[in-house]
């Protein structure tokens, strides 16, 4: 089965710190997505990349961003970290054709004090 | 720009009935759609897609859902409900034309089945 792992299930960090969110995938998947899933809100993509170096901005970006440096592994960065951007954090990757399925992370639930 | 709406924030239903999570979308072109499903506490997991063909679509757990071009839907439905499908579900597109394209998830709806 794919594995997709995300570094840490909980992560306190306070206001203006600068995080780090880990993501790795075991199965050689060329796209990888980070989303932020608030209640009411559902999952809203915050970067994607479908290539080694390359990335592309989803629909909320301000104040993040991401580095792909290997193929299996996605990082999401919260440059100066805001209250507002306390969440869950969600990786999925998936194989290049644009019909496959995403494979999540358990998730990330990320508090800014 | 492409979107998906999920009406319901909360659909309860009594064990053994049939039920039916709605989706509408919005997207240039013919869409890519899918269903994933929440379980408390665990990650989302794929449910079933549309990409071409048949219009009603069957995937796991005995879900299925049917693509409606016309009303751009694609409800998840399934013939009788169990308390174990109790979870949060989401509908999500994408357009068709390059691997550069987004991938739109809803707001999510709950499901509640009652025994």
């Known amino acids: 089965d794919v594995k997709v792992t995300q570094s840490s299930r909980y992560l306190v960090k306070r206001t203006g710190e600068k995080v780090f969110l880990e993501c790795v995938q075991d199965?050689?998947?060329?796209?990888m997505f980070w989303y932020r899933q608030d209640p009411g809100l559902g999952l809203r993509l915050i970067y994607f990349s479908y290539d080694v170096k390359m990335k592309e901005k989803g629909d909320i970006p301000e104040g993040y961003s991401v580095s792909r440096e290997k193929k299996e592994r996605f990082s999401l960065i919260l440059e100066s970290a805001s209250t507002n951007q306390t969440s869950m954090y969600l990786c999925a990757s998936s194989l290049g054709a644009v019909n496959e399925k995403l494979f999540f992370g358990s998730g990330t639930q990320l508090s800014v004090l | 720009a492409q979107s998906v709406a999920q009406p319901e924030d909360q659909v309860n239903v009594a064990e053994g009935n049939p039920l039916t999570v709605k989706c509408t979308y919005s997207v240039s072109g013919n869409p890519y759609l899918f269903w994933y499903v929440q379980y408390p506490n665990r990650g989302l997991q794929f449910l079933l897609k549309y990409i071409t063909g048949d219009n009603l679509v069957k995937g796991s757990y005995g879900f299925e859902a049917e693509f409606n071009k016309s009303q751009t839907s694609f409800h998840l439905k399934k013939p009788s409900a169990l308390v174990s499908d109790s979870a949060l579900y989401f509908c999500?597109?994408?357009?068709?034309?390059?691997?550069?394209?987004?991938?739109?998830f809803g707001s999510g709806t709950r499901l509640s089945i009652r025994p």
């Open positions: 199965m050689d998947h060329e796209n």
């Open positions: 999500a597109v994408r357009e068709r034309y390059s691997s550069a394209s987004k991938i739109i």
